[in-house]
C-alpha cells in the first residue's frame, strides 16, 4: 500500500481523498490542516487529522504529500519546504512562474534525495502532455487550447468585487464555429474574441443598478472586454439550483502536415469533459502520487513534471499486464 | 544529428523518410530493402539504397534503424535480429502477440545492450498510451475504441478476393449515435454491429453477378457478417479518382466517475483525424527512435513500448524549453 498524506483540505483535498478510495493500492494515512484539526471533519474513517505544525512528527509514516494549497502564495512557499522531508505533488499552475518553482522544488528534492512532481492536473498536465505528444508526432503543424465549457473561478471573483453584485457564476465558452474551423484543418489564426465567449449569471443586490453592472463587468479589462460576454441577472436560489457545481473541461488540438511537400493533413484532439474540476486535477494527482512512489523507489530523486514520467509508473498493474491488455 | 536508417521501401518506409525530413535533429543515412538497390528510387537525394544483405556493414554509420516490415512474417524476425546490432523502431501491431515479440526483442536488445522499441504507431501506439492515462486517471470507468472513418486494407484484400471482383477498397466508419452516446456519459454496453459500419465500393468485372458479390461481401464472416455493410459498385475509374487515399483515424474515450460515491462523471477522448494513414504512423515512428537514441545514450537498453518512453524523450527541445513552453 503506498501511505497518502493530505496537505490542505479544501474542494481539492477533498477530491485527493475520494480519488484515494478509489485506487486500492493506496491508503489515505493523514491529513494535515492549518485549521484547528478539531474542526476539520474528513470522509474517511479512522484517519486521524494533524495540525500543519506537527506534520514532522509524521514523515516515517508517508510515502507520499499531496499538496493541495493554491499556486498564488502556498504552493510556492510549501513545495519546496515540504521536498525536504517527503516524496511531494502539487498542482502548481502559474504557467510563467513555473520555471522558478522548478528550481526551487529540484535544489530541494535533490538534497533530501526525494521526488517533487510539480503542476499535475490537466492544464497544467494533461493538457501539456497532449500538447507535447502532438508536437513530437507532427513537428509542422499549429497548437489550439480551447477551455470550456466550464466555470472560471478567477472571473467569477472578478464579477463578485462589482459593486453591488452579491454572487456570480462565470462560464468560459469555445466558440463552436472556431472550433469546427480548427477540426476541418484550416488552421486559422484566431483572436482572443473568437475563441471564447463568456457567460454571466449574476446576482444583484436589490434596486441595484442592473445596466451599470452588466456595463462594468463587460468593460472590465483582461477579464471580459476582450470577450463577447454575456450577462443574466438571476436570484440566489435559481444560482444555487443550477449553477452550484464546478464542472470544466476543453479541448487540446494540433493540426499538422506531412508527406514530401506537406500533402496530407492530421488532426489530433484530446479533450476533456468533467462535471467536477477539482475531483479530476485530484485523480490526476494520485495516479502521479503512484508514480512518485515508484520513481523514489527505483533511485530517482529531484523535481519532475508530467513530461519526464514515462506512462506504465502510473497504472496500478504491471508492465506485463499493460502490454498484454491495453497496448 | 540522429543517423536514421529504414529497413523497407513501402508506404511506410516512404512515410518515414518524409518524416525524416521535417525534424531538424535526424538524417536519412541509408535505405536498405530485400530487391535490388538498383530499382528503388528514394525521395531524398544522395541517401544511398543497400540491399538488405549488407546493413551489416553499416553498423556504425547508424544511431537508430526504423524497421518498415509487416506485422504477419516481416517484424517478428527482423526486429529481434536487428536489435543485435542496432537500436531499432517497429510498429509491430498483432496485439495478441506482443508479448511474445517483447520477449524476443528484450532479449535481443539486452544482450547488445541497444534499445528495441515495439508497437509504435497510433493503435498499438498513441491509442494505447491515451488508453493508460486514462485508465490510471479515472480507475472507476469503462473504455471505448472506435475506429474511423478509414480505409481498412485487411477488409479491402478480403473482398478482392471474392470471384468477379477487379478491385475495391472498404471503409470503417463508427455509428454516430453510439459514439454520441458514450460522449454523453451513459457507459452503454455496444455490439459489434453498433459500433461500426463498413462500406464498400467494389470494381466488378464485366457481366459478374452484383447480387451474388454483394451477399457474398455481406456474409463473409469476421470480416462483415457482424456488421451493417453497405455495398457500391462503381468503375475502376471512380475508385482511383475518390478513393485511392489511405485515410483512418479513430477515438479513444474513457467515461469515468469520481467524488466519494461516484457521484461526478468525466469523459477523456482523444481522437485522429487522418489524411495518411502510413504517414501519421511513420511520423510517430521518427518521434520514437529519437527517444530510442537518447535513452540507449543514457545508457537504457533491452524492449521497450511506448509505455516505458518519458514524454520529454520524444521533443527536440530540451527539457528547460518543454516547461517554459508547453507546461
Known amino acids: 500500500m503506498i501511505r497518502i498524506g493530505i496537505l490542505g483540505y479544501g474542494n481539492l483535498g477533498r477530491g485527493v481523498e475520494c480519488a484515494v478510495r478509489q485506487n486500492d493500492d493506496m491508503e489515505l494515512t493523514a491529513v494535515f490542516t492549518r485549521r484547528s484539526p478539531e474542526s476539520v471533519q474528513i470522509l474517511t474513517k479512522n484517519t486521524p487529522v494533524y495540525s500543519i505544525q506537527d506534520i514532522?512528527?509524521?514523515?516515517?509514516?508517508?510515502?507520499?504529500?499531496?499538496?493541495?494549497?493554491?499556486?498564488?502564495?502556498?504552493?510556492?512557499?510549501?513545495?519546496?519546504e515540504y521536498a525536504k522531508y517527503f516524496n511531494v505533488v502539487d498542482?502548481?499552475?502559474t504557467h510563467a512562474s513555473i520555471p522558478q518553482h522548478f528550481e526551487n522544488v529540484d535544489k530541494a528534492a535533490k538534497e533530501s534525495g526525494k521526488i517533487g512532481m510539480i503542476s499535475v492536473g490537466w492544464d497544467p498536465g494533461m493538457f501539456s502532455l497532449n500538447r507535447v505528444y502532438a508536437n513530437a508526432i507532427l513537428p509542422d503543424g499549429k497548437d489550439y487550447t480551447f477551455w470550456g465549457k466550464g466555470v472560471s473561478q478567477g472571473h467569477s471573483d472578478a464579477i463578485r468585487r462589482v459593486d453591488g453584485v452579491i454572487d456570480a457564476r462565470q462560464y468560459t465558452i469555445p466558440v463552436p464555429a472556431s472550433l469546427e474551423a480548427v477540426r476541418n484543418g484550416s488552421t486559422p489564426e484566431l483572436s482572443t474574441r473568437e475563441k471564447h465567449t463568456r457567460e454571466c449569471y449574476v446576482v444583484a443586490s436589490e434596486g441595484?443598478?442592473?445596466?451599470?453592472?452588466?456595463?462594468?463587468?463587460?468593460?472590465?479589462?483582461?477579464?471580459?472586454?476582450d470577450y463577447d460576454t454575456t450577462v443574466h441577472f438571476i436570484s440566489q436560489e435559481e444560482l444555487d439550483k443550477h449553477h452550484s457545481g464546478i464542472p470544466?473541461?476543453?479541448?487540446?488540438?494540433?493540426?499538422?502536415?506531412?508527406?514530401?511537400?506537406?500533402?496530407?493533413g492530421h488532426i489530433i484532439e484530446y479533450s476533456l469533459k468533467l462535471?467536477?474540476?477539482?475531483?479530476f486535477t485530484a485523480s490526476v494527482l494520485a495516479a502521479y502520487a503512484r508514480a512518485a512512489y515508484r520513481m523514489n523507489q527505483e533511485?530517482?530523486?529531484?523535481?519532475?513534471?508530467?513530461?519526464?514520467?514515462a506512462p506504465a509508473y502510473l497504472c496500478r498493474q504491471s508492465n506485463e499486464e499493460l502490454r498484454r491488455q491495453m497496448l
Chains 1, 2 share one sequence.
Open 91 to 93: 498542482s502548481f499552475d
Open 56 to 80: 514532522l512528527q509524521h514523515t516515517q509514516e508517508i510515502d507520499v504529500l499531496i499538496i493541495c494549497g493554491g499556486s498564488a502564495t502556498d504552493l510556492p512557499v510549501q513545495t519546496p
Open 208 to 225: 441595484a443598478d442592473q445596466s451599470r453592472i452588466e456595463k462594468e463587468i463587460k468593460e472590465m479589462p483582461n477579464y471580459f472586454a
Open 299 to 309: 533511485g530517482m530523486c529531484g523535481c519532475k513534471t508530467v513530461f519526464d514520467v
Open 248 to 264: 470544466h473541461g476543453g479541448f487540446v488540438i494540433r493540426s499538422g502536415k506531412t508527406g514530401w511537400n506537406g500533402e496530407h
Open 275 to 279: 462535471d467536477s474540476n477539482p475531483e
